[in-house]
């Protein structure tokens, strides 16, 4: 069955309440991409997460939005921090999955005839793939409990950083508050004593790329960027902690949705599993959640020390010389307690991103002093063949969509299709020509993950700047990508 | 739910099936969907393992080195099974083990669920192709038995 759907913006279409749905789902979406979207199962999840007891405003989805289990990807929906839900599968299973860019002194020339090295470089001391320990060794339950608590900024006091403020630069500081260690099974602890500072697999990367062109030079200015810099962008998360963390509350809750009341046992899917934020589940989940979301902050802040000593390493310079320093770091799979203007009030809501970034706009205190006049650093991978963008929020995002932008370029083709279409091609090869060194540890990863199987990510801030909610400031053009 | 490691090798189920079973890919554009047919559940929830370990191995040979129980509480068959998916997915991710052979003792929504698997481990060199999944999810999972007398069960894997 075909949801309706109405046009009621250039870019924004709305999905009108029917059933139990309790608000209207809204979809930013160009009216070619929503021809293409119509029949498209992400609709129907956009549809479902309105039934969620307690989302307020509208059930939301980004121009990255495809077919995810229970929200869609590219999903943004908020509650009210007193009377609605928290929904894991909201989160994903990857908690704080993020993005962060970490820019240099150095120009394209100065790395371009050292590439390969450097593109080794990164992946002999990069753990990444299945089973391939951390960048740390092994840590005690002690020591992950301070990870835990303390995020990015544990990472710092043991030396692993870009520039001296990098905590500072990232969304929350690098921790969220509330964060509690003794929420966490045994078992997701036993997973992050084994992880901390590995890239994983899937669509996790590391890549090294240029500044190929600046489209917003004031912006650009305040993010330090300059044309043909180089910089590396990391996309990776909370590993097998956050995963452990999301898949037992969602089994618990499964179990049990009833018991919440006649709201919880009609939510239309078993994946948007959730429970009232105030219950004791609930509760017992954001703390758990809190803490592996500062998993995934040291995760990326242990990877950016050790990038950028690997870069030093394979140009043989010093660190002084790369002048490594830490754009933003955004993550977009989490749940915030963030407050909103709703229909003229300021209202306190958690606000969950499945696949979604924050984008706040100029003014914003929570946005970093040095980014204030210019809005909060967006930064939206694409595939690995073509190109990524740096965005910065806009006054619209902190009215339209709860303060979010786009996360990614959004996938086109499904794992096997892509695997099918490429089968027989010399993929390292053809990389190698457009431009672009690779190592990954499976040809599978990599046949998964060609440029071929994403939407060109121009097209997605295309309409995210053309809706008014972010405005891309440069545009990045890989030249080394390590995978797992 | 709980998983126990047996030194002694005979197993107490009827007809344990052997990797590889047959199974479908479904598409999905982000994700993963498996589905498997089945004379019965028993059989069914089989091949729902094995399809699992086809994927964490990427087909590679797997040489079973020991036996492992798992035992999960009471619920609907579509529970339990992702139940008994998440209890191999957890050995996988921290102790490297993959089933090669999975007999099922008992499904059953009042008494709950017990399978015994014979465990090979995961080599790099044999397995390299296979998935890094990262869970098991509930988004529109099935276990019936269909208007035909079939049985099927499908799961979506996030990657």
């Known amino acids: 069955m075909t949801l309706e759907v109405k046009q009621v913006g250039e870019f924004a279409w709305e999905i009108p309440r029917t059933g139990g749905m309790r608000v209207p789902g809204r979809v930013y979406l160009s009216r070619a991409q929503m021809d293409v979207m119509r029949k498209d199962p992400a609709l129907q999840q956009v549809a479902n997460v309105a039934h969620l007891p307690g989302i307020v405003g509208h059930s939301l989805a980004m121009p990255d939005i495809h077919w995810g289990y229970g929200f869609p990807i590219g999903g943004v929906a908020a509650f009210d921090a007193a009377e609605g839900s928290v929904s894991p599968g909201g989160v994903g299973f990857d908690i704080n999955c993020g993005v962060r860019v970490i820019t240099t002194r150095l120009s394209r020339a100065d790395v371009t005839d050292r590439i390969k090295d450097v593109v080794k470089s990164f992946y002999n001391t990069i753990p990444t793939g299945v089973g ?98 180089v910089v590396i962008m990391i996309h990776s998360g909370s590993r097998g902690l956050g995963h452990q963390v999301c898949d037992e509350t969602v089994s618990r809750l499964a179990r049990r949705m009833s018991a919440y009341g006649p709201d919880y046992a009609k939510v239309p899917d078993r994946q948007l599993a959730c429970a009232p934020i105030a219950s004791d589940e609930g509760n017992r989940y954001l703390r758990a959640m809190q803490a592996a979301a500062n998993f995934a902050w040291a995760n990326r802040q242990v990877m950016t020390g050790l990038a950028v000593d690997a870069l030093a390493r ?149 309409v995210i700047e053309g809706a008014g909610i972010s405005r891309r400031v440069a545009r990045l053009k890989p030249i080394g990508v390590i995978k797992g | 739910m709980t998983s126990t490691d047996k030194e002694t090798t005979p197993g107490t189920a009827t007809q344990p099936l052997t990797h590889p079973q047959p199974y479908e890919e479904i598409s999905h554009t982000a994700d993963l969907t498996i589905e498997v047919q089945g004379a019965d559940p028993s059989e069914t929830l089989a091949r729902l393992v094995l399809a699992l370990a086809d994927q964490l191995c990427g087909g590679g040979e797997l040489r079973a080195h020991k036996e492992v129980r798992i035992e999960v509480e009471p619920g609907d068959l579509v529970i339990m099974a992702i139940d008994v998916l998440r209890e191999v997915l957890y050995r996988f991710a921290t102790r490297g083990e993959i089933p090669e052979r999975c007999g099922v003792v008992r499904v059953d929504e009042s008494a709950g669920t017990k399978v015994v698997l014979r465990m090979g481990r995961y080599d790099e060199r044999l397995h390299g192709g296979g998935s890094d999944i990262k869970a098991v999810t509930y988004h529109q999972p099935r276990f019936e038995k269909t208007p035909n007398g079939v049985w099927v069960a499908r799961v979506t894997l996030d990657i």
């Open chain 1, 314 to 462: 394979a140009l043989g310079i010093g660190r002084d010389r790369i002048g490594a320093r830490l754009l933003y770091d955004v993550c977009h799979n989490i749940a915030k307690y963030e407050t909103h203007e709703i229909e003229g009030e300021q209202r306190l809501v958690l606000v969950h991103r499945k696949g979604a970034t924050r984008a706040f706009g100029p003014g914003d205190e929570r946005v970093p002093s040095r980014y204030r006049d210019v809005g909060q650093p967006v930064l939206i991978p694409g595939d690995m063949g073509r190109q990524s963008f740096v965005l910065a929020g806009n006054a619209a995002a902190m009215t339209e969509t709860f303060g979010s932008s786009c996360h990614g370029a959004g996938r086109l083709l499904s794992r096997s299709a892509s695997r099918k279409a490429t089968r027989g091609r010399k993929l390292f090869d053809e990389m190698e020509k457009a431009g672009v060194t690779v190592m990954s540890r499976g040809m599978k990863t990599l046949a998964e993950e060609v440029p071929e199987a994403y939407k060109d990510v121009a097209d997605i801030t295309d």
């Open chain 1, 132 to 229: 391939k320990g951390s960048g740390t060794g092994k840590i005690g339950t002690k020591e992950l409990w301070r990870v835990l608590e303390r995020g990015a900024a544990w990472a710092v006091e043991k030396g692993f950083m870009a520039g001296e403020d990098d905590t500072e630069l990232c969304e929350d500081n690098g921790a969220l508050e509330g964060a509690d260690p003794a929420a966490l099974s045994p078992r997701a602890l036993e997973r992050g004593t084994t992880q901390v500072g590995s890239l994983g697999s899937g669509n996790h990367f590391l890549e090294v790329q240029v500044v190929d062109e600046l489209l917003d030079q004031k912006a650009a200015a305040a993010f330090g960027l300059f044309q043909g810099q």
